[in-house]
């Protein structure tokens, strides 16, 4: 077909521009599936792959990064092939099955005790750790520090017909945000709109801290702070009631009080 047909075809030239969009859309995918696995935290793929993790939690719209599932799914885009990716949240063990006992039959002749066999005694032996287990940090009062002095006013758990993930603490807007323990910021944004302006640090022993509700933050993605660094301006929460800081501890993927964890 010649060029002058091309040029006349208003059909021709619009497949031949889907077929164009097509094949740019398809190398633009290039990429695999990681699937999740037990203990394994977007953080730790993302780095595995050496990908940015606010890249990847766009491509796979995933608004909060804690909350992703054993089994899902995860796009890799530009990697070619699957990695080992370490889990570093704690695993629960299977719950173990109790062994079923059969009654032996009774002897006709009891031998008498002198005559019985002594059995053996068995101890069991205990097994050494895995290598690459994770601890996981019981409650402890002062492990972490309070992010912002206040008054509390809404406890964790349910109250009333709300229930609450974490805590809220009343402050004026503008007030400093401090880490409740060191860590490494893997969010930092206003995605969520529930929590407005929101911080997650990742912590050891597979715990994580959430600081909601801000005016400001002052910290980025990636980025190493200290226990008691300031890390954002408290602000009010979009609903629109008095200026508070909203703050969680979650092992793992579950939020747990933090009254437990504060001194």
């Known amino acids: ?46 780095k595995t792959y050496e990908v940015d993790e606010r890249e990847l939690a766009q491509v796979n719209r995933i608004s909060d990064p804690t909350t992703i599932k054993v089994r899902q799914r995860i796009f890799i885009p530009g990697a070619n092939q699957l990695r080992p990716v370490p889990a ?43 290598k690459d287990s994770v601890v996981t940090a019981k409650p402890a009062r002062g492990l972490f520090i309070w992010p912002a002095k206040g ?42 709109r529930s929590y407005g302006n929101l911080i997650i640090l990742e912590h050891s022993d597979g715990l994580f801290t959430v600081y909601g509700f801000n005016s400001k933050n002052l910290v980025a993605l990636n980025n190493h702070v200290g226990q008691g660094d300031k890390i954002a301006l408290s602000g009010s929460p979009p609903n629109g009631k008095s200026p508070r800081l909203h703050f969680e501890i979650r092992q ?11 001194p």
């Open 88 to 130: 570093t949240t704690a695993i629960k063990p299977a719950a173990a099955v109790p062994p079923v006992y059969t009654a032996a039959p009774v002897p006709s002749v009891v031998p008498k005790p002198e005559n019985r066999p002594t059995a053996p005694i068995i101890r069991p032996v205990p097994l050494p750790p895995a």
């Open 151 to 192: 008054k509390l006013l809404n406890k964790f758990g349910k109250n009333g017909q709300n229930t609450y993930k974490g805590i809220e603490i009343g402050v004026p807007t503008g007030t400093h945000v401090v880490a409740a323990a060191a860590g490494k910021v893997i969010f930092s944004g206003n995605t969520i």
């Open 1 to 46: 077909m010649s060029l002058a047909v091309l040029r006349h075809s208003p059909l021709l030239r619009l497949l031949l521009l889907s077929s164009c969009l097509a094949l740019a859309v398809a190398c633009a995918q290039t990429g695999i599936y990681h699937t999740v696995q037990p203990g394994q935290t977007l953080y730790r793929i993302a």
């Open 252 to 262: 793992g993927k579950a939020a747990v009080d933090p009254i437990f964890y504060l």
